[in-house]
T-cell receptor, first 111, second 112 residues
């Protein structure tokens, strides 16, 4: 089957760095995306990795290793507003190229 | 209108009633999607449309139908609502079927 695994919860303090891992098992692979969702809100796109390596966008970075079927989202200089759920999503051939979503990681940033 | 809008914002519905959730986008995106989000189950794709005039089934299509008569609108219909369809429903769109998805604000539906 096709699946994604990510931790259910992560806690960190303001100013810290946190890494949210995502491992996937899919038939075919076309890229790993990350989305952020605040409580009561809609998911919003954060980053995309189609090739191995690191993509940086401000305080957020995302990494992909296709050989390890693994990626992570790195959040630096954490702020209270970063408290949210973070979803990894994979586009795979086995799902008519539609996104397969992880169950999300709830990040709590404490003062 | 800017982006994607959904209506209603929330709805309480009696079991057995018919309900249509509306979704409209003004970005001229070709692809549109309907997801449901339940606690502990993440986002699950109900139906999708890669372009106007075509639709496809997602992961959990039973009990739902969609139509895509034009580029902008993608309504989701529950023909006879059941309590298990209580959920938050998100509509999304993307320029093509492989591009970044943009989500509407969601509809919170409760079926009693």
């Amino acid at each position: 089957g096709q699946s994604l695994e990510q931790p259910s919860e992560v806690t960190a303090v303001e100013g810290a760095i946190v890494q949210i891992n995502c491992t996937y098992q899919t038939s075919g692979f076309y890229g790993l995306s990350w989305y952020q969702q605040h409580d009561g809100g809609a998911p919003t796109f954060l980053s995309y990795n189609g090739l191995d390596g690191l993509e940086e966008t401000g305080r957020f970075s995302s990494f992909l290793s296709r050989s390890d079927s693994y990626g992570y989202l790195l959040l630096q200089e954490l702020q209270m507003k970063d408290s949210a759920s973070y979803f990894c999503a994979v586009r795979s051939a086995g799902n008519n190229r539609k996104l397969i979503w992880g169950l999300g990681t709830s990040l709590a940033v404490n003062p | 209108i800017a982006g994607i809008t959904q209506a209603p914002t929330s709805q309480i519905l009696a079991a057995g009633r018919r309900m249509t959730l509306r979704c409209t986008q003004d970005m001229r995106h070709n692809a549109m999607y309907w997801y449901r989000q339940d606690l502990g189950l993440g986002l699950r794709l109900i139906h999708y449309s890669n372009t106007a005039g075509t639709t496809g089934k997602g992961e959990v299509p039973d009990g739902y139908s969609v139509s895509r008569a034009n580029t902008d609108d993608f309504p989701l219909t529950l023909a006879s609502a059941v309590p298990s369809q209580t959920s938050v429903y998100f509509c999304a769109s993307s320029e093509t079927e492989t591009d970044t998805q943009y989500f509407g604000p969601g509809t919170r539906l409760t079926v009693l």
